[in-house]
């Protein structure tokens, strides 16, 4: 079971588990999520299934009663940082009263494990010491509701483990980037940023472009899901899912721009406020209890990230 599976990191995992010859159920209420991003997986024939469903609605329990998933990719969620400022009571909805549906649902039917999509970008603040360690989330107090949200999960996956025998993997997700990523949210710098420079639009760089960030490419970021979905992998854990590197915006523009030859300075804008100046997460951990590596240069990946969205127009 997929969830979210209509948007952009979990269409790319839809595609992955099938190719694997699994079976997969793929659930979203298409709130951000496209049909489109599952053209691959409905070739699968029937493979594949999809439920047009909100993962806060009743008949969640029934659907997972029928196909009695093994595993449970957690990837539905409020998804911005700005919309939890907005409206907190929306994202806690979606992010805890939804995550604790589908963990009764799970628990309910039998589900071994779910895999969990964390976020590293929000867990930590601000860290001391780059790059962050999974053991620097203690203690830590993440700013936004968006990221309160997503570090109550982790404490209510520990509950479910401990108390209904549902195991999980959190994966702590760096800046995933790459094909099918939306450009009209306020983040996915790159997905903006391509899809502004192919458009003809000056992209805006927000303060002086030298803060840095984590860029993970999706593929990788997909393979991390299937890893953790073995039995007694990285049971009860949480691991980073990123690179280590720190990346300037300015640079991550550089490369962009070059690899869509396009010569256009970026604009200037004012800093945002509740951003991180600094993030790299270090994935030490996940290569020892996944085995899990990143594999794309961050070149390679821009290259196959602006080749996707100027086919995609
Ligand atoms: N992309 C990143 O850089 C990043 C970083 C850290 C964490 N994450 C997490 O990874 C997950 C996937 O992110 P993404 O970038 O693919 O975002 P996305 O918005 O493309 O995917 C989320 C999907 O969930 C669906 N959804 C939202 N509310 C729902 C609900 N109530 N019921 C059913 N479906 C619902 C949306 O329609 C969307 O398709 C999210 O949980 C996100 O918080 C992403």
Not at 203 to 210: L, M, N, S, V, Y
Request: glycine share 10%; charged share 25%.
């Amino acid at each position: 079971m997929v969830t979210g599976g209509a948007g952009f990191v979990g269409s790319h995992l839809c595609d992955r588990l099938l190719a694997e010859e699994g079976r997969v159920v793929a659930m979203d209420n298409l709130r951000h999520g496209r049909i489109a991003n599952l053209a691959e997986a409905r070739g699968y024939g029937k493979q594949f299934t999809f439920y047009n469903m909100d993962i806060r609605s009743e008949g969640l329990r029934t659907v997972f009663e029928r196909h009695r998933p093994d595993v449970v990719m957690h990837l539905a969620a409020q998804a911005s940082v700005t919309a939890s400022v907005a409206d907190p009571l929306n994202d806690a909805g979606v992010n805890v009263m939804g995550l604790l549906n589908l963990l009764e649902a799970s628990a309910g039917a039998g589900v071994r494990k779910v895999v969990f999509a964390a976020s590293g970008g929000t867990l930590y603040g601000e860290p001391r010491k780059l790059p962050v360690k999974e053991s620097s989330r203690r203690g830590s107090r993440p700013v936004s509701p968006y990221g309160i949200s997503k570090k109550a999960a982790e404490l209510y996956l520990s509950f479910y483990r401990r108390t209904r025998d549902l195991d999980f993997t959190a994966l702590a997700l760096a800046n995933v980037y790459g094909p099918r990523q939306d450009p009209s949210g306020e983040a996915g710098v790159i997905a903006i940023f391509a899809h502004r420079m192919i458009s003809g639009q000056t992209p805006t760089i927000f303060g002086d472009g030298e803060q840095t960030r984590d860029f993970v490419f999706v593929d990788d970021t997909v393979h991390a899901f299937a890893l953790a979905s073995a039995p007694d992998r990285a049971s009860g854990a949480l691991l980073n899912i990123g690179t280590g590197v720190e990346s300037t915006v300015n640079q991550v523009y550089r490369s962009l721009a070059k690899a869509l030859t396009v010569k256009a300075r970026p604009y200037y804008g004012p800093e945002r406020s509740g951003e991180v100046r600094r993030i790299a997460l270090d994935p030490t951990q996940a290569e020892a209890e996944l085995g899990w590596r990143p594999w794309t240069k961050l070149d390679d990946g821009l290259r196959a990230t602006a080749e996707a969205f100027r086919r995609a127009g």
